[in-house]
């Protein structure tokens, strides 16, 4: 350790990088107040008429864009803090030898927090599986990892409203401990490659190092998130929003309630089939999202295409392949995406 | 020294890599850097969270790009 703190720069006292972070949220809040007179200011400044389709588009796009971006900024930061107290590590720890049913809601809830990135689901399902966590309740933090995070659950607040993110919230870590129970039943320990059986994986006893870290010091992890995930998520949000802009302007609202309504119990498949092949970070299925609802489609079938885009991506079941075979892929496919067609149908007959 | 960087080929563990490679010039330290991109090596060498590294077959560091200053401190501890 002494060889470590020689190296260190030299350290801003914490009171300054409590103050900092204090008067930038103070700054974001000032700003985010005036987006729309903003937004709309802009928008007048354009030679189109503000109640034209065009007119509507450029008008969404504009308050959209901002919108978005820093409530990104803000939840990725406050995030990146909060995960600086979490690791794949701890979470192995508490859910190795966990039962199935208690371990499944562990596993979900934990995959809202833990730090997870989908090129690395490979080595942590491995460590994993091989720690002793059961397979469903590896499949339940694996289901609840992506789609049930933090940029989903509050930009759904921000755009759409507070209901519908607490709705999406619950729901999403439903299916995602009933999937993995139902996996877990299912004993298919077996259709897993057969090098991953035999696997011994290393459990190197990391001293990690975050036991030690300070407040700054998370701080700055906050900031490494931001600039990582809002850098590569930013193209995603802008196709977002701009395809939200055009069926806010464009499509007309008997079209979008007869294509996705209530009444058309179809669309509801539809939706989950049309989101496995579209691969969008839950930042750029957001604004659509807003867009469609707006328009008059109905809450179930729009929540199931978000989940199905979210969820089930053929991306990541690539890279899932390596240590899956494809029955159990199928398996995992089949049982995720009935999950999200309950939850299509269960919303769109009560609302 | 002989130095393993752990990852599947993500940009961060790429980064990472370049941030051992400059490291250990700087502090003239002659390493051999390898890049283990298989999933099965990286899953036996314990490493959870990508890009991870080891010093002379010991993990120091998962899950994200190192500090530069305690990466130097692996590097000359190691």
């Known amino acids: 350790m002494t060889t470590e703190t020689q190296h260190l720069p030299e350290r801003r006292p914490d009171w300054l990088w409590h103050a900092g972070v204090a008067a930038f949220v103070v700054g974001w809040w000032l700003i985010y107040r005036q987006l729309i007179p903003f937004s709309e200011w802009l928008t007048s400044l354009l030679p189109v008429d503000r109640h034209s389709h065009a007119g509507e588009a450029i008008a ?253 991506s053929l991306p990541e079941m690539l890279i899932l392949r390596q240590v899956l075979t494809l029955r159990l892929i199928a398996v995992f496919v089949g049982v995720v995406g009935s999950g999200i067609l309950a939850v299509g149908f269960l919303f769109n007959a009560i609302f | 020294m002989d130095i393993k960087v752990y990852g599947p080929g993500c940009k961060r563990c790429e980064t990472t890599e370049q941030m051992v490679r400059e490291a250990a010039a700087k502090l003239g330290i002659e390493a051999q850097v390898e890049k283990v991109t298989d999933p099965r090596q990286i899953a036996m060498a314990g490493v959870m969270s990508t890009p991870g590294i080891a010093v002379n077959g010991k993990l120091v560091h998962a899950g994200g790009l190192p500090d530069p200053a305690k990466l130097e401190g692996w590097l000359q501890n190691g």
């Open chain 1, 60 to 312: 969404f796009f504009l308050y959209d864009t901002p919108k978005v971006m820093m409530l990104l900024t803000l939840i990725v930061f406050a995030m990146g803090v909060v995960r600086s107290f979490f690791s794949p590590e701890k979470t192995r720890a508490l859910l190795s030898g966990k039962r199935e049913g208690v371990g499944n809601v562990m596993a979900a809830a934990l995959g809202i927090v833990t730090p997870f990135c989908s090129c690395s689901a490979v080595p942590l399902f491995i460590g994993f599986v091989s720690a002793g966590v059961p397979l469903g309740v590896t499949f339940s933090f694996l289901v609840a990892a992506p789609m049930v995070n933090e940029v989903a659950v509050f930009l759904l607040w921000g755009l759409v409203g507070w209901q519908v993110a607490a709705i999406y919230l619950v729901f999403g870590l439903m299916v995602a401990i009933v999937a993995g129970w139902m996996i877990g039943r299912f004993h298919l320990e077996g259709w897993l490659q057969d090098w991953v059986r035999d696997i011994h994986a290393g459990t190197a006893d990391l001293d990690i190092p975050d036991k030690n870290l300070s407040m700054p010091d998370r701080y700055r992890m906050g900031i490494e998130a931001v600039r990582e995930i809002v850098g590569k998520v930013w193209v995603w949000i802008i196709l977002g929003i701009s395809l939200g802009a055009l069926i806010h302007g464009y499509v007309p609202e008997d079209l979008m309630a007869r294509i996705m309504g209530v009444d058309a119990w179809w669309s509801v498949p539809a939706a989950v089939v049309i989101g496995i092949p579209m691969y969008t970070n839950a930042a750029g299925v957001i604004p659509i999202v807003e867009a469609l609802l707006a328009k008059g489609a109905a809450l179930g079938t729009v929540l199931a295409f978000m989940m199905s885009v979210i969820a089930l």
